[in-house]
């Protein structure tokens, strides 16, 4: 399984774009990158995934460079409840073994 | 959409009690997965069913912790004795397939004593 390093914490401000970076060196020919976000006391929750280049959705963006050992999930314009733990996975969706959540990167967002 | 269920939300034992805890997935959800996450951590998989077959447990301490979905619908993660080093949050995860997107439920507070 491909090892994932990511910043223990973030400090921001309000209306700022976040950006994320989680490096995964081994990362394998068949994997994906996802990113969950959790908030206390709830489960985690999906916030994205792309295999190269650039994946947007309503939420995020996630930039993965040309070689894939890296990637930085995007936050545009942040808010106070944007404060939460944000883990990237590494892994192949197909078989199933993108489950090694990490330590994950602490955002807080000040007003 | 009902998302995934969890029960109870919280539980307090004392050592070497046995507890069990209970998760219905989301309806069509073929993938479930069990998760420990201790405090200031991220979730740990303990195990993975795909239907009711397991796909993977091998962080799961068998000699304490057992799980069952029959059926193929909801699951049952038991502890059996539980050690404090057990205090934690159960999560429970479902996928419709591959490992696309996890929904979690609301995960089980579990407190050893």
């Known amino acids: 399984l491909a090892k994932t390093t990511q910043p223990i914490s973030m400090d921001s401000y309000e209306g700022q774009e976040v950006n994320i970076t989680c490096s995964h060196n081994n990362i394998a020919t068949n994997d994906y990158i996802t990113w969950y976000q959790q908030f206390p006391s709830q489960g985690p929750r999906f916030i994205i995934q792309g295999y190269k280049t650039k994946v947007t959705n309503e939420v995020a963006s996630l930039f993965i460079p040309a070689d894939r050992k890296s990637s930085t999930l995007s936050l545009p314009r942040v808010s106070l409840s944007d404060t939460a733990v944000y883990y990237c996975?590494?892994?192949?969706?197909?078989?199933?073994?993108?489950?090694?959540f990490g330590g994950g990167t602490r955002l807080m967002v000040k007003p | 959409e009902a998302g995934v269920a969890q029960s109870p939300r919280y539980k307090i034992i004392e050592k070497r009690q046995s507890v069990a805890f209970w998760c219905n997935p989301i309806?069509?959800?073929?993938?479930l997965y069990w998760y420990q996450q201790i405090l200031g951590q991220g979730p740990k998989l303990l195990i993975q069913?795909?239907?009711?077959?397991?796909?993977?447990d091998s962080q799961l301490p068998k000699d304490r912790f057992s799980a069952e979905r029959l059926k193929g619908v909801d699951s049952t993660l038991k502890i059996q004795p539980a050690k404090l080093e057990d205090s934690a949050v159960y999560l429970c995860?479902?996928?419709?397939?591959?490992?696309?997107?996890?929904?979690f439920g609301p995960g089980t507070r579990l407190t050893v004593l």
């Open positions: 069913f795909q239907n009711n077959g397991v796909v993977d």
């Open positions: 309806s069509g959800h073929a993938t």
């Open positions: 995860a479902s996928s419709f397939g591959g490992v696309g997107e996890q929904f």
């Open positions: 996975l590494v892994g192949d969706p197909v078989i199933g073994n993108m489950l090694t």
